[in-house]
Each structure stands twice: as structure tokens, then as C-alpha cells.
């Protein structure tokens, strides 16, 4: 892999109940573990939503570029991630699922440009045959 970008960032303290930051400080807050894995909960963020802000931005991305080959308008566009936690056996497993509301694109066209964005997203390469990832459409 040709590299053009590293993201670095840094856990201190408790792991899911310490506090994060990135090495440019754009990123710099605390962590709480959700009460439904036994934290506390709390104002800070968590992996699994950080996981989601990256896994949605990225594949927004990736459908605004095939929308954009395809010269269909994207506009308005959202994509929303949801990342779950649970156990399996081996321990403790992610999934994900993407809605993808693209308003103003006939259904059946927005599930083929959604499904072409899921394979370009690095996120959607990454976590293929790793995680259960289901795409849907709004």
C-alpha cells in the first residue's frame, strides 16, 4: 500500500474509561464505558462511536464518488452507521449497519450506487468477511 495518510491518536488512563486524544489535538476527549457493558456511562465518547463517525464519513465519501461517476446528484445524502457490541465465541464481536438516505434517486438506482460505494469504502474493504456489515437504503 502506497500510504498518503496516518491518523495517530493516544488512550491514557482507563482504556474505555480514559481519555483520547489525536497527535494534532483536533481529537482530545474523554472516554465512558457504556452502562450496558458495565461502565458508569458518562459524557465521553466511546470506540464504537468513534468506529461509526469514521465507518459513515468514509462511505459518505465513497457514495458521493460513485454518485459522482454515475452523474447522479448525491446532494442531501446522508448516511447514518450504527456499530454494535455483543459477545460470540470468542469473546466479544462488532457489527455494523449503514442506512443510506438518498433522497431524490429512485430507490432501485440508489441501491446500486450504495452497493458500489460499499466496494470502494476502505471501511467497507476492511471489515468485509471480519464483521457482519449490512448496507441499506433509507
Known amino acids: 500500500m502506497n500510504v498518503l495518510y496516518t491518523a495517530e491518536a493516544t488512550v ?7 481519555h483520547i486524544r489525536s ?17 458508569a456511562g458518562g459524557a465521553g465518547t466511546n470506540p ?4 461509526a463517525a469514521g465507518y459513515a464519513s468514509c462511505f459518505h465519501s465513497a457514495l458521493h464518488l460513485v454518485a ?7 446532494e442531501g445524502s446522508s448516511v447514518t452507521a450504527h456499530v454494535s457490541i455483543g459477545k460470540d465465541r470468542e469473546g466479544f464481536g462488532l457489527a455494523a ?14 441501491e446500486e450506487l450504495v ?4 466496494e470502494v469504502c476502505p471501511y467497507s474493504r476492511a471489515t468485509r468477511d ?3 456489515v449490512r448496507v441499506k437504503v433509507a
Not at 449497519?97 to 440508489?110: C, M
Open 12 to 18: 491514557t488512563g482507563q482504556g474505555r474509561s480514559g
Open 23 to 39: 497527535s494534532d489535538g483536533t481529537l482530545d476527549t474523554g472516554l465512558s464505558m457504556p452502562r450496558e457493558l458495565g461502565g
Open 48 to 51: 464504537e462511536q468513534l468506529f
Open 68 to 74: 459522482g461517476r454515475a452523474k447522479v446528484s448525491s
Open 97 to 110: 449497519e449503514l442506512v443510506v438516505d438518498l433522497p431524490g434517486v429512485e430507490r432501485e438506482r440508489a
Open 115 to 118: 452497493a458500489q460505494a460499499h
Open 130 to 132: 471480519n464483521i457482519e
